[in-house]
């Protein structure tokens, strides 16, 4: 998937990054098949969140390829990460991608942390139960990925990503957090 096209008109634009990820996950889950009833083929998702003239947008949905029958398959992955976002407004600047899983309880993906599928400065994903993730895979720097949950308006330190080229996960303790 080369480009999708922004703005998406039901999330509304804001100054904070996080103000718009909290808008996404009912619009998507509202999408045809991508939180389907038990044992029924779902459909994923995915955009990008950008910026233009200093507000933070979403870009339209896309549906993937392929709809999966449920979360035993969850480790085939094809989404294509938008490498552009079309907003007649102007210039734009991606920040991050986002992607829908459509069952619920769904972890981010090992290959959704693979180092080589990392184009932006963090990635969201939303599963069925509007569980929001975010990792943060730290490009170029010697620093592990993190892999955050939101919970409460924050963001909570879950796991870091130690082997960037494999997307191994380190789990962190809620002890520590």
Request: proline share 7%.
């Amino acid at each position: 998937m080369p480009w999708v096209r922004g703005p998406w008109p039901v999330i509304t634009a804001s100054l904070d990054a996080d103000a718009v990820i909290d808008q996404l996950c009912i619009p998507l889950m509202e999408l045809p098949a991508a939180a389907p009833p038990r044992g029924e083929y779902g459909q994923e998702y995915c955009g990008v969140i950008y910026a233009h003239e200093g507000r933070y947008h979403a870009s339209w949905p896309a549906a993937l390829e392929t709809r999966r029958l449920s979360a035993e398959n969850k480790d085939f992955k094809n989404c294509r990460v938008p490498r552009k976002v079309v907003d007649e407004r102007g210039r734009t600047e991606i920040l991050a991608d986002y992607h829908t899983h459509p069952w619920r309880y769904s972890q981010m993906s090992i290959q959704d942390r693979w180092q080589s599928r990392q184009r932006y400065s963090f990635r969201v994903q939303m599963d069925a139960a509007c569980t929001v993730q975010m990792y943060i895979p730290n490009i170029g720097k010697e620093r592990p990925g993190e892999v955050f949950v939101r919970q409460g308006g924050r963001w909570v330190l879950i796991g870091r990503v130690m082997d960037k080229v494999n997307g191994t996960i380190l789990p962190v303790s809620e002890a520590s957090r």
